[in-house]
C-alpha cells in the first residue's frame, strides 16, 4: 500500500506539466494571429491614408491616397502649329569611293616598303620598290640594240640613194632598188621594234616604284621586304582605302520611292544624318548623292548612296549604321507633343481640356512624327488646351486640376518624379493598349 502511494504521489506532479502544453500553444497561436492582424491593419492603414494639407501627385496619386472621386491633377499644353520635318530612316553601311589592293606589276624583289601601317598618304607617294637592276639592264640592252637599227637604216638608206641615182642613169636595174628600198623598210621595222622594247623596259622600270594610286590611308602591311612578288599574288602588298570624303550605301523601302524620286527631280538639296549603332550618338551630317537604279526584288527594297566629307574621320570603312534622311518639311502643321497621344478602342485620341476645367476625350488622326513631336492630321485645332501628364486615370468628362508646365499642381507642391521622361513609344507616340479610358469612355 505505502508503494502504492508513493507511486501515486510521483505521479501528481506530472498532471499539470501535461496540461500546461496545449495552453502555451494556443497562447502562442493567438499572439501570431494578432500580431499578423495589427500589421495587416497598419498596411492598410499605410496605403489609404491621405496627407493633411496636401493635394494627389499627378501622376500615380492613389497609391498615395488620392480619392480617385476628386479632380486629378494635369499638366496642359495649348495645341501648336509649326513646321515638321518628315524624315526616312534607314540602315545603311560605310563604302569608301575606293578601295584597292596594292599590287606588283613585275616580277622581282621587295627591297623597301615605304609606308608606316596606318599611314595617310598622297597620290603619288612611294609605297614600296621592286629591285629596278635587272629592268636597268634591259633598258640598256633595248637602247644598244636600237642604236645598232638605226645605224643599219641609216646605211640601208644611202645605198638606196645611190641606186636611185644610178637607175636614172640607166646604169643598174630597176630591180637593185626595189631590193635596197626593201631593205630600208626591213630596218625601219626593226627600228620601231626595238623603241617599243625601249618603252617596255622604261615602263617596267617605273613599276618598280609602286605609288598611292589617290590619296587615302594604307593598311597593314601584307608582305615584308625581302620576299620575291610577282602579279598573280592573290593577297598583294597592302589595301589603300579613301577615307576622305566618304560615303554611306543605305536602303529604304521601295514605298518612299516617288517621294525620294519626287524631291531629287525638283533640285532640292536632301540632307542625311548618320548616327551610330544605338541611335543615340550623331556621327556625321551629309547629303544625298544618288538613287541605284533598281528595286531588291528579294527586300523590297531600293538603295541610295549618301556623300560626306568626313574630315573627323567618324565613319569607318564597312561601319554599321542608323540613316536619317530630310525627305521634306510640312509647313504649318497641328503639333501635339507625343506624351498627350493615348490609345483605346476608338484609336488615338486625346484629352483636351475645357473651359470649366473637364476634359473630353477627341480621336484624332496622326501624321508623321519628329522626336517629341507629332503632327495631327484631324481632331484638334492649335491653341486648344490638351493634357500631356497625368491622362492615367483620366475618364471622358473627369473634372481637372490644371498644374503649371514645370510640373508644379495647383497647391503649390512640386514632385518632379511624377513628369514624365519622353516618349518612347514609336514616330506616332502611341502608347499601349489597355488604357483606363478612350474617347467612348471604356475601360
Known amino acids: 500500500m505505502e508503494s502504492e502511494r508513493t507511486r501515486g504521489t510521483s505521479r501528481l506532479p506530472d498532471l499539470p506539466a501535461q496540461s500546461a502544453r496545449p495552453r502555451k500553444r494556443?497562447?502562442?497561436?493567438?499572439?501570431?494571429?494578432?500580431?499578423?492582424?495589427v500589421l495587416l491593419a497598419g498596411i492598410w492603414w499605410l496605403n489609404h491614408r491621405q496627407p493633411a494639407g496636401r493635394g494627389a501627385p499627378g501622376r500615380g496619386g492613389a497609391r498615395f491616397g488620392f480619392n480617385p472621386g476628386g479632380p486629378m491633377p494635369v499638366v496642359v499644353q495649348p495645341v501648336g502649329k509649326g513646321d515638321l520635318n518628315l524624315y526616312l530612316n534607314g540602315l545603311g553601311t560605310v563604302t569608301p569611293l575606293a578601295t584597292v589592293t596594292v599590287r606588283t606589276q613585275i616580277s622581282g624583289q621587295l627591297v623597301q616598303v615605304a609606308f608606316t601601317e596606318g599611314q595617310a598618304v598622297k597620290q603619288g607617294d612611294l609605297l614600296a620598290l621592286i629591285d629596278p637592276r635587272p629592268y636597268e639592264v634591259a633598258l640598256e640592252q633595248a637602247n644598244g640594240e636600237l642604236r645598232q637599227a638605226q645605224s643599219q637604216l641609216q646605211e640601208a638608206q644611202l645605198d638606196l640613194q645611190r641606186y636611185q641615182t644610178l637607175a636614172g642613169q640607166d646604169s643598174i636595174?630597176?630591180?637593185?632598188?626595189?631590193?635596197?628600198?626593201?631593205?630600208?623598210?626591213?630596218?625601219?621595222?626593226t627600228v620601231e621594234t626595238d623603241q617599243a622594247a625601249?618603252?617596255?623596259?622604261?615602263?617596267?622600270?617605273?613599276?618598280?616604284?609602286?605609288?598611292?594610286?589617290?590619296?587615302?590611308?594604307?593598311?597593314?602591311?601584307?608582305?615584308?621586304?625581302g620576299n620575291y612578288?610577282?602579279?598573280?599574288?592573290?593577297?598583294?602588298?597592302a589595301v589603300l582605302t579613301?577615307?576622305?570624303?566618304?560615303?554611306?550605301?543605305?536602303s529604304l523601302p521601295e514605298d518612299d520611292v516617288p517621294q525620294v524620286i519626287a524631291r531629287l527631280h525638283s533640285g532640292a538639296n536632301l540632307p542625311v544624318e548618320i548616327y551610330d549603332r544605338t541611335q543615340t550618338t550623331k556621327l556625321a551630317t551629309g547629303s544625298l548623292a544618288t538613287i541605284d537604279n533598281q528595286i531588291d526584288p528579294t527586300t523590297g527594297t531600293f538603295r541610295l548612296r549618301a556623300t560626306f566629307d568626313n574630315e573627323d574621320e567618324s565613319l569607318f570603312p564597312n561601319q554599321f549604321v542608323n540613316v536619317r534622311l530630310l525627305v521634306d518639311?510640312?509647313?504649318?502643321?497641328t503639333i501635339i507633343p507625343t506624351s498627350a497621344v493615348e490609345r483605346g478602342q476608338q484609336g488615338a485620341f486625346v484629352y483636351v481640356v475645357n473651359e470649366n476645367n473637364t476634359v473630353t476625350a477627341r480621336t484624332v488622326t496622326l501624321g508623321?512624327?519628329?522626336?517629341e513631336r507629332v503632327a495631327v492630321l484631324s481632331g484638334l485645332t492649335p491653341g486648344e488646351r490638351i493634357v500631356v501628364d497625368g491622362a492615367d486615370r483620366l475618364r471622358d468628362g473627369a473634372p481637372v486640376i490644371v498644374q503649371s508646365p514645370d510640373g508644379a499642381p495647383a497647391s503649390g507642391h512640386a514632385r518632379s518624379g511624377?513628369?514624365?521622361s519622353g516618349n518612347k513609344n514609336g514616330p506616332a507616340g502611341e502608347k499601349s493598349e489597355g488604357r483606363p479610358s478612350s474617347p467612348s469612355g471604356d475601360n
Open 173 to 189: 636595174s630597176k630591180q637593185q632598188v626595189d631590193a635596197e628600198q626593201s631593205l630600208v623598210n626591213q630596218y625601219t621595222g
Open 242 to 250: 579613301q577615307i576622305k570624303p566618304m560615303t554611306v550605301i543605305f
Open 198 to 225: 625601249i618603252h617596255s623596259a622604261q615602263l617596267n622600270l617605273g613599276y618598280c616604284h609602286i605609288t598611292a594610286p589617290f590619296d587615302g590611308r594604307v593598311g597593314l602591311r601584307l608582305v615584308d621586304p
Open 329 to 333: 518639311t510640312d509647313r504649318g502643321a
Open 229 to 237: 612578288v610577282t602579279p598573280g599574288d592573290a593577297s598583294g602588298l
Open 368 to 371: 508623321p512624327g519628329e522626336g
Open 26 to 37: 494556443s497562447r502562442s497561436i493567438y499572439i501570431v494571429i494578432t500580431a499578423a492582424v
Open 418 to 420: 511624377d513628369r514624365k
